[in-house]
T-cell receptor
Framework: DSGVTQTPKHLITATGQRVTLRCSPR?????VYWYQQSLDQGLQFLIQ???????AKGNILERFSAQQFPDLHSELNLSSLELGDSALYFC????????????FGPGTRLTVL | AQRVTQPEKLLSVFKGAPVELKCNYS??????LFWYVQYSRQRLQLLLR??SRESIKGFTADLNKGETSFHLKKPFAQEEDSAMYYC???????????FGQGTTLQVKP
């Protein structure tokens, strides 16, 4: 499968903990985007990386950080987790910077207990 | 402020009935608008974009700048249209896609 992949599929953890979500973009895509989907907030843009550099920032909390590595995969780190961080986290990729056509991964469902 | 509003969380229609999924936006500048769709157990994917004025799977959407709307329409709904639909606004300046809350379309047999 040459599409966007995300690991893990599910993650259950406790408040105060730290987790790392991983995303591998489509082959050849240079941009990676992270989104948070929750029942009450819908799909919220968190952050974008393009070829290793941060390009755009959305409603990303200070407790959250991300990076894109030389092989273009990206990781989203969530720390000091709170109950409200429970959500579906999507990664998307696109070939270009500032591209409206996103190719989404299957998501990681995070549950904070 | 840049915002996309989808007023209906759930829209339920019978097969063969017309469908209109509402989307309103707020954007200072020339908007680029899109509809994304997520079928059950599938990934979120681009359905159509206003600039191409195309019809995909029988769906069309017209940008109405006066009413700041981009409603998605289909004259005759099919059961396979059941899915979650997101309206999205692309901000070229920031490279962000701003999504609405999403509307679940349920087409009953």
């Amino acid at each position: 499968d040459s599409g966007v992949t995300q690991t893990p599929k599910h993650l259950i953890t406790a408040t105060g903990q730290r987790v790392t979500l991983r995303c591998s973009p489509r082959s050849g895509d240079l941009s990676v985007y992270w989104y948070q989907q929750s029942l009450d907030q819908g799909l919220q843009f968190l952050i974008q990386y393009y070829n290793g550099e941060e390009r755009a920032k959305g409603n990303i909390l200070e407790r959250f950080s991300a990076q894109q590595f030389p092989d273009l995969h990206s990781e989203l780190n969530l720390s000091s987790l709170e109950l409200g961080d429970s959500a579906l986290y999507f990664c998307a990729s696109s070939f270009r910077d500032r591209d409206y056509e996103h190719f989404f991964g299957p998501g990681t469902r995070l549950t904070v207990l | 402020a840049q915002r996309v509003t989808q007023p209906e969380k759930l829209l339920s229609v019978f097969k063969g009935a017309p469908v209109e999924l509402k989307c309103n936006y707020s954007y200072s500048g020339s908007p680029e608008l899109f509809w994304y769709v997520q079928y059950s157990r599938q990934r979120l994917q681009l359905l159509l974009r206003h600039i191409s004025r195309e019809s995909i799977k029988g769906f069309t959407a017209d940008l109405n700048k006066g009413e700041t709307s981009f409603h998605l329409k289909k004259p005759f709904a099919q059961e396979e249209d059941s899915a979650m639909y997101y309206c999205a606004l692309y901000s070229g300046n920031t490279g962000k896609l701003i999504f609405g809350q999403g509307t679940t379309l349920q087409v009953k047999p």
